[in-house]
């Protein structure tokens, strides 16, 4: 059974759930502070998993291999810390709508350059389909956060 589609709505629900948890962090701490305690806690986490699974293969050779793989750490930690910012500034639901539309348009860069592996090419449907979703971004972006 392919994990794929399942893992990417899992990892949508627990984006907007840690997104929400973080603004409200962020609004009582310093954002980098909030960002450094969440990044604190996966790697305590992290550790426990792979201690309890030592065939997971964690070892300092797998970095040697792909050094450049830990800038994804230093990234996460300065997108928390975005999210901490926006979220308190811009709400969770624009928050979350520029985010997304942002990932959509860099991963297509991203793709059909093959930059970081794998090539896609970029064709009418996907280029509409991202069109509508930058769309959407706006509509709910675009006049600021909701007042209630």
């Known amino acids: 059974m392919n994990l794929a589609v399942p893992a990417a709505i899992a990892a949508g629900v627990l984006i907007a759930i840690q997104t929400s948890i973080i603004g409200a962090f962020g609004e009582r701490v310093h954002p980098f502070v909030a960002s450094t305690w969440v990044h604190v806690s996966g790697l305590v986490v992290g550790v426990i998993g792979v201690a309890l699974a030592p065939r997971l293969g964690f070892e300092f050779a797998a970095v040697r291999q792909a050094p450049w793989g830990l800038l994804a750490g230093v990234a996460g930690l300065l997108l928390v810390s975005a999210i901490a910012v926006a979220v ?7 928050t979350l709508a520029i985010v997304t539309g942002m990932q959509l348009l860099v991963a297509f860069g991203l793709e059909a350059t093959g930059l970081l592996g794998r ?3 970029l064709d009418p449907v996907r280029v509409g389909g991202a069109a509508l979703i930058v769309l959407g ?3 709910v972006a675009g006049r600021g956060p909701a007042t209630g």
């Open 88 to 94: 308190g500034g811009i709400g969770l639901a624009s």
């Open 119 to 121: 090539v896609v090419a």
């Open 137 to 139: 971004v706006y509509l």
